[in-house]
């Protein structure tokens, strides 16, 4: 028989109590039978530097790491991930042998992984790609695909002085356009990312046209409450390859389970099926 210690992650947030994160995790401890755990914990703003130091006390492997909290995270750890210190924001904490706290951000690696699981032979460097939206999720998104090869991300913003500061501070292809031009900015793109909340439930619909938009082109929105974003359906109507923002969410966490537990999981269509039930 196996002898596993038992390992103990979760999740910090403010509020924390809707997070999908425990049952994800928890679906990946039973599916590997490993004696582990994986809590919400629902830490107050002010007190997230001493909940992270007292992790090593506890046990704990680490945690995840959700809003308010990325960036006091960042601001915390002890190490760095680069991918990390570029997005500004930290939502992997592992903790060392030595006690010490580093720090990672999965968001990009989920974005693009969904997209390689949804659109097998998707590229970041087929061509141009549209990114609406310049808050945390853009952060992720812009360099996500600026590392992954893609040849010009052109970033549109309803407030235009959010996306220079992120395109000054992650460099590379980003061209910065008027939220007036967002039609006109889909000629010749190869991906159009919704990284906005416009879509989500109880939210205005994101309104654009998208006549300009290749018949090859790829649409993801980042909203998964509805999956089935009026963006969505518009972009499966005229022929496009349309993706939901769950997979992003599935995504993200197998580096997370990877750190603590020892085995990188897969997304399974099970894994889905449980977590769309939740939605």
């Not at 292809?173 to 031009?181: I, N, Y």
């Not at 599935?250 to 889905?272: D, Y």
Request: hydrophobic share 45%.
């Amino acid at each position: 028989m196996t002898v596993h210690t038992f390992r103990s992650a979760g999740v910090i947030g403010w509020p924390v109590a809707h997070s999908r994160s425990p049952k994800l995790h928890g679906y990946w401890l039973r599916q590997h039978g490993i004696e582990g755990a994986y809590l919400p914990m629902p830490v107050r703003p002010g007190d997230i530097p001493a909940a992270l130091r007292g992790l090593a006390a506890l046990g704990f492997a680490g945690c995840n790491v959700t809003v308010p909290h990325k960036e006091v995270a960042l601001a915390t750890v002890d190490t760095l991930d680069p991918i990390a210190r570029r997005i500004g924001a930290v939502n992997l904490v592992v903790v060392q042998p030595d006690h010490s706290l580093h720090g990672s951000n999965t968001d990009a690696f989920g974005f693009l992984e969904n997209l390689r699981e949804r659109v097998p032979g998707w590229r970041a460097d087929a061509g141009p790609a549209v990114v609406l939206g310049a808050g945390g999720s853009a952060r992720a998104v812009v360099a996500g695909l600026c590392d992954a090869g893609c040849p010009q991300v052109r970033l549109l913003n309803r407030t235009r002085e959010r996306a220079e500061a992120l395109a000054a501070e992650l460099g590379g292809p980003v061209q910065v356009l008027e939220w007036d031009t967002r039609a006109t900015a889909l000629d010749g793109a190869a991906l159009l990312v919704n990284s906005t909340t416009q879509g989500m439930h109880s939210q205005p619909a994101l309104d654009i046209d998208l006549a300009a938009l290749p018949a090859a082109a790829v649409v993801t929105d980042l909203v998964y409450v509805p999956l089935q974003t009026p963006l969505l359906a518009a972009a499966r109507a005229r022929g496009n390859v349309a993706v939901d923002g769950l997979g992003m969410l599935l995504h993200q966490a197998r580096p997370s389970f990877a750190a603590w537990f020892g085995v990188m999981p897969e997304v399974t269509s099970e894994l889905r099926a449980l977590i769309e039930a939740t939605l």
